[in-house]
């Protein structure tokens, strides 16, 4: 007759089977390392292509851009030589 009491119980078996949870966590933190890294990767490429997607035809510029744009265009070059004029009269006298 057999003792239904007493399971068979090996201890190899036991060790084993530790092994085996031990993988399968292994497995789950790989995986979920995996998801985690793919789901970063995903929201910088969007964030990229957001900022390079297409720029815009006109560029837009502040009031003091535009201040100091105009100021640059209203500058007369033609007086350039007189200034220079008498800078060049200061040299020839050293």
Do not use: C, H
């Not at 003792?3 to 292994?26: C, L, R, T, V, Y």
């Not at 789950?28 to 789901?39: K, P, R």
């Not at 815009?56 to 030589?81: E, M, V, W, Y």
Request: a negative charge.
């Amino acid at each position: 007759m057999t003792d239904i009491q007493s399971p068979n119980i090996n201890p190899e078996n036991m060790a084993s089977a530790g092994g085996n949870s031990k993988f399968a966590i292994i497995i789950v933190v790989a995986i979920a390392v995996l998801i985690a890294g793919g789901f970063w990767w995903y929201l910088k490429r969007a964030e990229y292509s957001a900022l390079t997607a297409s720029p815009s035809l006109t560029p837009r510029f502040d009031k003091d851009t535009q201040a100091d744009i105009s100021d640059i265009n209203s500058a007369d070059s033609a007086d350039l030589d007189m200034e220079f004029k008498s800078i060049d009269e200061d040299l020839n006298k050293l």
